[in-house]
């Protein structure tokens, strides 16, 4: 559920925010196999570590408070007093859906960096803080791009193998079978109600939306699309696609605006009350004060 956000951005001197989300629809809502349209793994850098390209995800360990950064290059670790990342186990596996399940216990999905596995992993699941990865479900299969779990319910969102289509997936008891819905719009997040894990708000990105029966019926949402996170401690919080942070006390009743990141975001999650965001550039950014000021967690 995510990070943050960098300077400002004009129409006057920068891409229109379609362009600067051209990463994330490559990854997250067309159908092809990986950010770069084809059906190849990213493969291990020949001769220097290129650090972190393009975050797909965030979230803090809460084992150690260790802030956990997934991207197209593998997954980084930086420390609850550091302010650098180190890549976890040499692994440049392009983790694209990605979620804190537990202390030391990680979901993702994505493509592997090496040529042992299939371009698609499936579902795959690390208890042991991303140093080791095993396959749970749809090896070889699906894509996911969105990934939320609570308890035994996991929402997916990704793109079919064999047919490249998008595919909104629903597991119930912890992704060993499936049943597939049909998305409101293809998504960019989604947030799982913390005391009900069938109430869930998808964001796409024209707008939000809202299911109460585990993405069976969908209603939309008075809110504009792009990211959002729903914690008991930070409660329900969005950024939209050009960076403004919004809150509510619920997602059905009024939305108001809280803050500015000042730039779209490519990660969006939060950990207790922490908000964390990534940008483009890459920056990573966190929030304790429910999005209304921000500050960098990583050394540029």
Request: proline share 8%; glycine share 12%; charged share 20%.
């Amino acid at each position: 559920m995510a990070a943050a956000a960098a300077s400002a951005v004009t129409a006057a001197d920068q891409p229109s925010v379609r362009a600067l989300l051209a990463l994330v629809w490559c990854a997250a809502v067309l159908p092809l196999a990986g950010c770069g349209g084809d059906e190849e793994p990213a493969a291990p850098p020949s001769t220097s570590d290129p650090g972190l390209i393009h975050v797909h995800g965030l979230g803090r360990n809460p084992a150690d408070g260790a802030l956990m950064v997934a991207t197209h290059t593998g997954l980084f670790r930086v420390g609850p007093d550091a302010t650098n990342a180190q890549r976890v186990a040499g692994n440049h596996q392009d983790t694209m859906g990605f979620t804190v399940a537990g202390p030391d216990h990680f979901l993702g999905s994505g493509h592997p960096g090496s040529t042992d596995d299939p371009p698609f992993l499936g579902l795959i699941e690390s208890t042991n803080a991303g140093e080791k990865w095993r396959p749970i479900s749809l090896r070889g299969e699906v894509d996911f791009h969105v990934l939320e779990a609570q308890d035994q319910f996991i929402y997916g969102f990704g793109s079919d193998f064999d047919t490249r289509e998008a595919r909104f997936l629903r597991s119930a008891n912890g992704g060993r079978s499936w049943e597939r819905l049909a998305p409101p719009e293809p998504l960019l997040a989604l947030a799982i109600d913390p005391d009900d894990p069938k109430r869930i708000v998808a964001l796409g990105e024209e707008r939000g939306h809202i299911s109460r029966d585990g993405g069976e019926t969908w209603r939309p949402l008075p809110l504009p699309g792009g990211f959002m996170t729903w914690t008991r401690d930070a409660g329900v919080v969005a950024v939209d696609l050009e960076g403004t942070v919004r809150t509510a006390e619920d997602p059905e009743e009024d939305w108001r605006e809280v803050g500015q990141v000042g730039a779209p975001p490519a990660a969006f999650d939060a950990s207790g009350n922490e908000l964390l965001l990534a940008t483009h550039e890459p920056r990573v950014l966190g929030s304790t004060d429910g999005g209304k000021s921000w500050s960098e967690l990583l050394d540029r």
